[in-house]
């Protein structure tokens, strides 16, 4: 068995972990409530207490425009944390997975990034997340970065459950549509980081996320097509486009951040689903809900 530590089990990709746990792991989970990661003591505790082989890091600051006007809380949960958990994993000779972003990308490219291009963040999250990403990076411990991106799931809060409620009520939506990237499943991803950790032999940053790419509006439209066809939604609402400057956020975003998964998959031979049929699945599953 292959002792596994979770931290930031409450949220999207931790409650995927915990819902999908192979038969060889041995998992222990940890939510904020349980083990804060700003506290170095605590996570030391933590490692300590379960003599893990392997620590995943699916805890985050998340918020993005939040992380604009809280800076110092972002990076102390998106960069000390991971510096603290990457330490606490060292000391047990354990590897650490930590989860990070497409946000760390500027956009200024139209070709999908590679785990080797180079990271330059525009916003608080983003710098925050490369933080982390080099703390675990220059840690002593083994490491890997999975880096994914729009990440959805049929539960909680997110851009799939909060689109969906808005159709189920008939109210019309504005979607940005200048923002290019990969949707990617909470769940798909959850999957794949179970396979890395039991592969030792995979480390150094990776990418992770859905075939292909969407804007955030042709993401809308696609959930809309299929909630319809699925009768989950009986009637269309109207999608408007609006550009990045029309919404109006305090954290600017990449125009693109297209993630290139082929390195991953090729060291696991197995490919992420084309996010259409990764969306068709996961509204099956609401369905059936
Ligand atoms: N969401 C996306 O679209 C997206 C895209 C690309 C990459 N990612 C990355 O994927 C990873 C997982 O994200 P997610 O979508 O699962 O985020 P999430 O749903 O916001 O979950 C993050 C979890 O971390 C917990 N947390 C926050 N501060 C903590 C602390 N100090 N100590 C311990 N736990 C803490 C949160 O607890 P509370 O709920 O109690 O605050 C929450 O349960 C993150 O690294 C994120 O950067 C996310």
Not at 12 to 41: H, M, Q, Y
Not at 75 to 98: L, M, Q, T, Y
Not at 204 to 217: D, N
Not at 235 to 260: C, H, K, N, Q, W
């Amino acid at each position: 068995m292959t002792r596994v530590l979770v931290f930031g089990a409450g949220g999207r990709v931790g409650n995927r972990l915990a819902l999908s746990v192979p038969g060889e792991i041995a998992g222990k989970f940890l939510t904020r409530s349980e083990c804060d990661i700003t506290s170095a003591g605590a996570v030391q505790d933590a490692v300590e207490a379960w003599r893990p082989d392997v620590v995943i890091n699916a805890a985050a600051y998340t918020a993005v425009d939040d992380a604009e006007s809280d800076p110092s809380r972002a990076f102390a949960v998106n960069a000390e944390g991971p510096r603290n958990v990457a330490a606490a994993a060292a000391s047990v000779k354990a590897r650490i997975i930590h989860i990070s972003t497409d946000y760390v990308f500027d956009g200024e490219t139209r070709l999908p990034y590679t785990p080797e291009d180079q990271p330059n963040p525009l916003n608080v999250y983003g710098k925050s997340k490369r933080e982390g990403e080099i703390a675990v990076r220059d840690s002593n411990a083994r490491s890997l970065v999975i880096r994914a991106s729009w990440l959805y799931d049929t539960e909680g809060r997110n851009f799939l459950r909060a689109v969906l409620e808005r159709m189920m009520k008939g109210q019309p939506l504005r979607v940005v549509a200048d923002q290019v990237g990969s949707p990617t499943s909470a769940a798909g991803l959850a999957r794949i980081v179970w396979v890395c950790a039991t592969h030792p032999e995979i480390e150094g940053i990776h990418h992770w996320a859905g075939l292909g790419r969407a804007s955030w509006h042709e993401f809308a439209v696609a959930i809309q097509e299929l909630a319809i066809s699925s009768g989950l939604v009986k009637s269309a609402v109207m999608i408007e486009p609006v550009t990045s400057a029309e919404y109006g956020t305090p954290a600017r975003r990449p125009r693109f951040s297209v993630l290139d998964s082929s390195a991953l998959s090729k060291a696991l031979g197995r490919s992420p689903d084309p996010w259409r049929e990764a969306l068709a699945d996961s509204l099956s599953q609401v369905t059936r809900a």
